[in-house]
């Protein structure tokens, strides 16, 4: 009777978070999956239902279109969208990775003491909404922006630079707002690490930069890793930050996305671009599961 | 000291030989952490070949010694010399001592034959002369077997191997070894004590080593330097410390002793008569060290091993003094001795052990037997700090 109750017990506590992942997660994807198989139609909602109700369900299987997918495929607009947002994203994940390595490591080395107020530092920005600071970057960046005053009261220029609008704006706000996820995971693994080992490496002959490449750098792969896709995966997917900043040739997904959902108002397009999208994003993320489940056996 | 006590592993007394150059040398070397003084002014001789054990508590300042030689830090004044080298500013990659880290500090993402060949490689030794060294490494320690495993799938006996193994590969001038045996169970550390008193003779290295546990010190070391609060209180062989310790300190850190306070009754024939606060009378053969002209009058210590006490029955016949009456309050047997508590008529608790060295014996000692504890003039030491 315990035995059973606690077997209940047990199947209900591991089913509350399932139950959320579905309705939250899994419910909304089927629904977008289901639009981006619909044609679109001038009406509320914007597209011709399929799929609703069981009744009839071969002929609904018929009505499905997979004209939205061809049609991502014959307009080049897409291809370049996606190719030049994982380019984007690539290039701020590894500009975030040579920022953040020292940072993390700077923090891992630091004595106890003021560890907890470094890290507090790096978890300060996300009390303050990530709009805003987007916002804030504009009047960094902006030809009268302070960047640009100061440098010009500096005499490093004599011109403003002109950096917002375009793709360096971009970068500069992916890596600021995106940073905190590279440096937590990468202290979190640093800050495990033995450091008698890198005292062991120096005892044995190796040079300090020696010592960080053959010890250091091997052993903080799993946080290399996690930081560059907790980087990589929503910059990819990123839209605040290229509409806001970037110019009118920035040209990424999750701005496309956008703009077919609320300009042009073709949601089966729209959604199939999102589907498109999460497929892109699945690909690394079971590579590094593939990796993770490696490393731990 | 002139007269030498006890067996001294071989002929080898470098530290007697004052032709004999040194080859570690601690000189006036002080290390303070913020306010704390880790190592206060301390000057250490180590000669080549020599087996040197630094034995203290945690938090004396052995390791501090150790990780200066090594290079982790630097000495806040003084300075050391290897092999007549000043070694200041030399940073510890370019030291030609290595380490074997209390917790081994294996490295985890290599294999034991890539860890031993860490040093090798940083040394930029040719791949196939590499290989051999390892090969012969992994003979040394008996490991042969488990060259491609990674540490975490080996005992803590082979990780331990694996350790020495990499810091003996790069053939240092010195070895340094902090706690090396503390991971181990007993049996594996008796055992591992003397493969590395074996290994050391052998390869002919000089090996300083760290270590709280007094027996380790004991059984491997040439000379036993006793550590307390930043400070060397005695160098001395193992003999000398336990038998001649220099003071009550080191008495009772390094083995057990019995210590009982007393005056100097009057001195004679280069020995002493005392009287203890517990009411019996001490006679020794020998004077105090560390004192020109010892007075009658004098609080005095006297120190005896538990081992060196006869336990009896009866009152050994003649005796007046170095004899006392008690009581056995407890008894702790451990196979090969057993361990006496002896509660005397003043309330002082005098330990003594006896060897079992019959399975039976007539008259067994237990609990509440009145007993009589006897020694030789020559048993016990006497202490003036």
Redesign the interface.
């Known amino acids: 009777m315990h035995a059973l109750r606690s077997f209940f017990a047990r199947r209900v506590v591991i089913a509350i978070p399932y139950l959320w992942l579905a309705v939250f997660f899994l419910a909304p994807f089927l629904i977008v999956l289901k639009i981006s198989f619909s044609a679109t139609a001038i009406a509320m909602p914007p597209y011709a239902p399929v799929f609703d109700g069981l009744a009839n369900l071969w002929e609904r299987v018929q009505d499905l279109s997979f004209d939205n997918y061809v049609w991502l495929t014959e307009d080049a607009l897409y291809i370049k969208a996606y190719l030049s947002s994982v380019k984007i994203a690539l290039i701020s994940t590894v500009i975030t990775l040579l920022i953040g390595y020292p940072l993390a490591l700077a923090m891992a080395r630091a004595p106890d003491r003021i560890r907890p107020l470094l890290l507090m530092a790096i978890i300060l920005p996300f009390w303050t909404s990530f709009l805003i600071r987007v916002y804030a970057w504009i009047g960094i960046l902006k030809p009268e922006g302070l960047l640009n005053q100061l440098l010009l009261s500096l005499g490093v220029i004599d011109q403003p630079l002109t950096i917002i609008n375009t793709n360096w704006a971009v970068y500069i706000g992916i890596v600021y707002s995106y940073l905190p996820f590279m440096v937590l995971p990468l202290y979190a693994t640093l800050e495990k690490m ?1 450091y ?2 890198i ?10 930069l ?1 010592a960080f490449w ?2 250091t750098v ?2 903080s792969v799993p946080g290399i890793l996690a930081g560059s896709l907790l980087v990589f995966i929503p910059a990819v997917g990123e839209f605040v930050i290229p509409d806001l900043l970037g110019g009118s040739d920035t040209l990424m997904i999750g701005r496309t996305l956008w703009v077919e959902f609320f300009y042009n108002r073709d949601w089966p397009v729209a959604s199939a671009v999102a589907i498109v999208l999460l497929l892109l994003l699945v690909v690394p993320i079971v590579i590094f599961q593939k990796m993770q489940q490696r490393a731990s056996s | 000291m002139a007269k030498m006590l006890g067996p001294v592993r071989r002929a080898f007394q470098p530290w007697n030989d004052p032709s004999q150059p040194p080859f570690i040398e601690f000189r006036n070397v002080t290390k303070r952490f913020g306010d704390f003084t880790a190592v206060d002014n301390q000057s250490i001789t180590v000669y080549e070949r020599e087996f040197y054990a630094l034995l203290g508590p945690s938090g004396c300042g052995k390791t501090t010694l150790l990780r200066m030689l090594a290079g982790f830090e630097e000495p806040s004044e003084g300075e050391i010399f290897l092999d007549g080298r000043p070694l200041t500013g030399v940073p510890p990659h370019k030291r030609p001592v290595n380490m074997m880290f209390q917790s081994y500090a294996l490295f985890p993402h290599m294999n034991v034959a890539d860890n031993i060949a860490f040093g090798l490689k940083q040394e930029g030794m040719a791949k196939a002369d590499i290989a051999v060294r390892v090969e012969e490494m992994l003979r040394l320690v008996k490991l042969q077997d488990f060259a491609r495993r990674k540490p975490a799938q080996l005992s803590g006996g082979q990780q331990q191997r694996v350790a020495l193994a990499r810091a003996l590969a790069k053939r240092p001038k010195v070895l340094l070894l902090d706690e090396p045996l503390g991971a181990l169970d007993k049996k594996l550390r008796e055992e591992t004590q003397f493969e590395l008193t074996d290994l050391q003779e052998s390869l002919g290295l000089t090996f300083l080593i760290v270590t709280h546990d007094q027996e380790e010190a004991m059984t491997m070391a040439d000379r036993i330097a006793v550590m307390d609060h930043g400070r060397v209180i005695q160098v001395a062989t193992p003999a000398v410390i336990y038998e001649a310790p220099a003071s009550r300190y080191i008495a009772d850190f390094v083995g057990d002793v019995n210590i009982f306070e007393g005056r100097i009754a009057h001195l004679e024939n280069g020995g002493l008569t005392m009287t203890t606060a517990a009411g019996f009378t001490v006679e020794v053969a020998e004077m105090p060290q560390g004192v020109a002209r010892p007075q009658a009058g004098e609080t005095i210590w006297f120190a005896i091993r538990p081992e060196k006490m006869v336990i009896s029955h009866e009152r050994p016949p003649n005796a007046t003094t170095n004899v006392i009456e008690g009581e056995v309050w407890d008894i702790g047997y451990l196979g090969d001795v057993s361990i006496y508590n002896i509660k005397l008529d003043s309330g002082d608790v005098v330990r003594a052990t006896r060897l079992n060295a019959s399975r039976e014996v007539e008259r067994p000692l237990t609990w509440e037997d009145r007993v009589f504890l006897s020694w030789r003039p020559d048993a016990g030491t006497v202490l003036v700090r």
């Open positions: 033995d008698r080992l005292e062991a490496a120096n005892d044995l002959g190796a040079t300090p020696g053959k010890i091997p052993l």
